[in-house]
């Protein structure tokens, strides 16, 4: 499975954009981009997933680009219950899915 | 729904004694897992299962057992409590189905201490 890449930490502003970045330069043709989030100490939370299109939902969008090395979770209006720790997972079928150290994301006042 | 259920939500044992973590789900999910969290790190995956009867082996299944007899719960068992397994358990189960890949859902967290 490939290997993600992610900032241990970022900071943004209320009501901005929260863009969260992850490599994976080593993705294969079928290995799906998932991201997840931890707020505090609760059970992780699925937020949205994608294989080679754009994704949107509720909660984010999610852009992979053409050559699919790399992705971005955007969060397009963060709030103060958007801090939280976030896990971007590359898995070619969805099961044993493994988080890593992720992302801290504090949204800012 | 009352989703993934698990018991007890926290439990001090002592080195050498034996427990069973409860986990239960009522989404009729198929997959269920099990997860370790350290403070400060991400989730590791201790056992999962993709069906009643099925159980497999994750990261880190050494010390620890599991069952499925039912599609509604997945047990796990400490036989021997170490210093070293005191951590954050979660369960998680999904629905796997086809090309579905399903998102996982979490139950809130078992936190044990051994002593």
């Known amino acids: 499975d490939a290997k993600t890449t992610q900032p241990p930490s970022m900071d943004c502003a209320e009501g901005r954009a929260a863009n969260l970045p992850c490599n994976h330069s080593?993705?294969?043709?079928?290995?799906?981009v998932y991201w997840y989030r931890q707020i505090h100490s609760q059970g992780p939370q699925y937020i949205i997933h994608?294989?080679?299109n754009n994704e949107t939902n509720e909660m984010a969008s999610l852009i992979i680009t053409e050559d699919r090395k790399s992705s971005t979770l955007i969060l397009p209006h963060a709030t103060l219950r958007d801090t939280a720790v976030y896990y971007c997972?590359?898995?070619?079928?969805?099961?044993?899915?493994?988080f890593g150290a992720g992302t801290i994301l504090r949204v800012k006042s | 729904n009352a989703g993934v259920t698990q018991t007890p939500k926290f439990r001090i044992l002592k080195i050498g004694q034996s427990m069973t973590l409860q986990c239960t789900q009522d989404m009729n999910h198929n997959y269920m897992y099990w997860y370790r969290q350290d403070p400060g790190m991400g989730l590791k995956l201790i056992y999962y299962?993709?069906?009643?009867?099925?159980?497999d082996k994750g990261e880190v299944p050494n010390g620890y057992n599991v069952s499925r007899s039912t599609t509604e719960d997945f047990p796990l068992r400490l036989e021997l409590a170490a210093p070293s397994q005191t951590s954050v358990y979660f369960c998680?189960?999904?629905?796997?189905?086809?090309?579905?890949?399903?998102?996982?859902?979490f139950g809130e967290g078992s936190r044990l201490t051994v002593l």
């Open positions: 994608g294989l080679k």
């Open positions: 997972i590359v898995r070619s079928d969805g099961n044993k899915l493994v």
């Open positions: 299962s993709v069906g009643a009867g099925i159980t």
């Open positions: 998680a189960s999904k629905y796997q189905g086809g090309v579905h890949t399903g998102e996982l859902f």
């Open positions: 080593t993705i294969s043709g079928n290995e799906y």
